[in-house]
């Protein structure tokens, strides 16, 4: 709808922040089944990459300092890595409270959380989560960054081969059905012989 509005005002969209946005997105409904507003996602997006490249930049320095020395990186990462902790924290707070209502939730929190004790989610204490908190920024950082880079990139190309676009469209809305009212079904996609390619 944006990308729509964009093009009957003739204006260009920026692919990066709109494939971060959509990345972080898809990663927050199948890890905590939750959906995240364009502004969260967005913050979040850049807190992620900002503690990436801080990442990086300690892992290439010459003289690579334990984490408790206090530098501005040391400072700058720790902030970060609270933010995503906290983050994380809030989304196992929801899920104790939907437990509780008897809701039940199909997504990778909770089967990280069924590895655990069963009694975890009565636990109070944050350190006890550990693990969980752990995993859950191990799944956030590993798939954001190169998934919106890939569809970027993907999507780049699409551009600039339209032969390949038109195809791939036409193969998208004949097994998918885009438009109709028909679920996507886990089958569809093996059927997407050009689309894999």
């Keep these: 709808e944006q990308w729509d509005a964009a093009a009957e005002r003739r204006e260009p969209v920026s692919l ?57 990186m040391h400072s700058e990462l720790l902030k970060t890595q609270e933010k995503m902790t906290r983050f994380v924290l809030e989304k196992i707070d929801q899920r104790k409270k939907l437990k509780k209502s008897g809701a039940e939730t199909k997504d990778i929190l909770e089967v990280l959380l069924k590895g655990q004790d069963p009694e975890v989610l009565k636990r109070e204490n944050p350190e006890e989560f550990q693990e969980v ?17 890939t569809l970027t990139w993907t999507l780049y190309l699409l551009s600039r081969h339209p032969e390949i676009s038109k195809r791939w469209h036409e193969e998208c809305d004949r097994i998918l059905g885009l438009g109709s009212e028909e679920e996507l079904k886990w089958e569809n996609l093996d059927q997407l012989d050009f689309t894999q390619q």
């Design 16 to 72: 990066v922040p709109s494939m971060l946005e959509l990345t972080i997105s898809v990663i927050c409904k199948n890890l905590f089944s939750v959906d995240v507003d364009q502004e969260s996602a967005v913050q979040f997006a850049l807190m992620i990459r900002d503690s990436t490249t801080l990442i990086r930049q300690r892992n290439n320095t010459f003289v690579r300092l334990p984490i408790w020395v206090p530098t501005r």
């Design 133 to 149: 908190i752990d995993e859950c920024k191990t799944l956030i950082v590993a798939g954001f960054e190169t998934t919106a880079y």
